[in-house]
Every structure is written in structure tokens, then in C-alpha cells.
């Protein structure tokens, strides 16, 4: 078999440079529209051993017990700080401004050396417990900026039932 015009034969030629402007266009775009996301889970909690004391070294600020109530299908059926209980349709939101309120962010959002212990029933929800945890440790402005209030959270120990 005989090939014809074998001496003809074009070469095909890549041209490299608009290749090479796209990359970086699309390298300029991506570096133009990346945002970096605040770290999420960062948060100082101690969780009680299981040989936890239940003597603790005093501070010069008192502590303040938030109390996690439980319904029987482990749904949220209260939420207190102190003895001041939270109802309604957002109880987090109360009890995040409650504590804004009792920490006195005069010098800023998080300039305090405050704790909160967080008493959960057994039974909760994972989430309600998030929740809380989130409306102690600080808010999201509407710029996407982090405001911190509290940054010391710990969990009491389980009573023996």
C-alpha cells in the first residue's frame, strides 16, 4: 500500500501564547474571588474528666452555669443562666445577650478572662449544646466579621444518677 503526497503533509502548529493568557486569566480570577473562611470549631472548651474534682480554683471572676434542660426525646426543654430562664421562639439569642450584657464588653468583645460552665442534661441533643456554645463564645456581624464574647467554656461533669 502506497501512501500519496506523503512529502506534503502539513504540520499542525499549538499556539502557546493564548493558552498561556488564559491561564492566567483564570489564575487572576480565582486569586480575585478566593475568601478565606474563619476557622470554625475553634473554640477553648475543657471537658470533664472522669475523675473530675468538683473543687476548682477560684477566679477573680465569678462563673457563670448555663443549664441545658431536656425533654424525654431529647429535645430542648430549657435553657438558664443562673436563675434567669430563657423561653420563647429563640432562647439562644436571649442567653446571648444576656451574657453580653453580664460581661460588660466595654473593652471589647472578648477582653474578659470570663467562663461559663455548661450544665447539659444526658439525654440532649448534640445540637442545642452547638448552639449554646455558639451564642457564649461570640456572634458574626453582618460584614462576616467574628465578634468573640466568652472564649473559656467547659462542661460540667454528669451527676451519678
Known amino acids: 500500500m502506497k501512501f500519496r503526497n506523503t512529502e506534503h503533509r502539513e504540520t499542525i502548529k499549538l499556539q502557546m501564547t493564548p493558552m498561556i493568557d488564559i491561564v492566567f486569566q483564570l489564575l487572576v480570577f480565582f486569586v480575585f474571588t478566593f475568601k478565606i473562611v474563619l476557622p470554625e470549631g475553634d473554640f477553648n472548651i475543657r471537658m470533664p474528666s472522669s475523675t473530675a474534682s468538683q473543687t476548682s480554683t477560684p477566679s477573680e471572676t465569678p462563673l457563670l452555669r448555663v443549664r441545658l434542660r431536656a425533654s424525654p426525646g431529647g429535645e430542648l426543654a430549657g435553657v438558664s443562666l443562673g436563675d434567669q430562664a430563657f423561653t420563647g421562639e429563640q432562647p ?7 451574657i453580653r450584657g453580664l460581661i460588660n464588653d466595654a473593652g471589647g468583645p472578648g477582653s ?8 447539659a442534661d444526658y439525654d ?3 445540637r442545642y449544646a452547638m448552639n449554646a456554645i455558639t451564642a457564649i463564645t461570640g456572634e458574626i456581624d453582618a460584614n462576616g466579621e467574628q465578634h468573640k464574647l466568652v472564649e473559656r467554656v467547659r462542661f460540667a461533669p454528669l451527676d451519678d444518677e
Open 112 to 119: 474578659t478572662d470570663q467562663e461559663v460552665e455548661i450544665e
Open 124 to 126: 440532649l441533643k448534640y
Open 92 to 98: 439562644f439569642l436571649q442567653l446571648h445577650e444576656s
